[in-house]
């Protein structure tokens, strides 16, 4: 079955670290991968995708996300978190070889980051 | 206005109340998504439309009837909702729908209750 697991339900990070948000997928075929982040009391937003070429992948607000296909893995990351990084960010996978899946997107069911000063 | 707008942000109705949902884009867009989204929970896909046509219903109870009179505007008529339908609902659009890797820009949702 086509799934996408976020471990974490939370993380929590000092200002100025390094942070790393977990996304694992399971699709038959090959993944085009997204991220997209919450903030209080709005949509979501998208972040960054993945659909093919170089493993690393940079987006908005500093952030990048690496492709690891033999790990099944789609982890989001950034050098040095802000307070304002705080919110939930959610994972989504297309699988775009399996007819029924009607280009639907998979999600994660989110981690809240925190990010304290 | 620009982008995807949802009214009302908030919604607290009574089991026996008919309301109603509204989205609206302004990005010039050919497909547009009700979703479901619960804490903790992956979102759910309530319906999909194309062009203003329906694509996709997952199944969704016939207390949710969706309505697309233009692709600019989507509404989600609510009738005889449950408590277990409170949820924050969200709209979202997208370039096109089945186009692979269109990302989907969202509404800030309507925050529902139903007592």
């Known amino acids: 079955a086509q799934s996408v697991a976020q471990p974490e339900d939370q993380v929590n990070v000092a200002e100025g670290n390094p942070l790393t948000v977990k996304c694992t997928y399971s699709v038959s075929g090959n993944p085009y991968l997204f991220w997209y982040v919450q903030y209080p009391n709005r949509g979501l937003q998208f972040l960054l995708k993945y659909i093919t070429g170089d493993n690393l992948v940079k987006g908005s607000y500093g952030f990048e996300a690496e492709f690891n296909k033999s790990q099944t893995s789609f982890h989001l990351k950034k050098p040095s978190a802000l307070v304002s990084d705080s919110a939930l960010y959610f994972c989504?996978?297309?699988?775009?070889?399996?007819?029924?899946?009607?280009?639907?997107?998979?999600w994660g069911a989110g981690t809240k980051l925190i990010i304290k000063p | 206005e620009t982008g995807v707008t949802q009214t009302p942000r908030h919604l607290v109705m009574g089991m026996t109340n008919k309301k109603s949902l509204k989205c609206e884009q302004h990005?010039?867009?050919?497909?547009m998504y009700w979703y479901k989204q619960s804490a903790k929970k992956p979102l759910e896909l309530m319906f999909v439309?194309?062009?203003?046509?329906?694509?996709e219903n997952n199944s969704v109870p016939s207390r949710f009837s969706p309505e697309c009179p233009n692709s600019s505007h989507l509404f989600l008529h609510l009738h005889t909702l449950q408590p277990e339908d409170s949820a924050l609902y969200l709209c979202?659009?997208?370039?096109?729908?089945?186009?692979?890797?269109?990302?989907?820009?969202f509404g800030p949702g309507t925050r529902l209750t139903v007592l």
């Open positions: 989504a996978v297309r699988d775009i070889y399996h007819l029924d899946s009607n280009y639907q997107l998979i």
């Open positions: 990005l010039g867009h050919n497909a």
């Open positions: 979202a659009s997208s370039q096109d729908f089945g186009g692979t890797y269109n990302e989907q820009f």
């Open positions: 439309y194309s062009l203003e046509e329906r694509v």
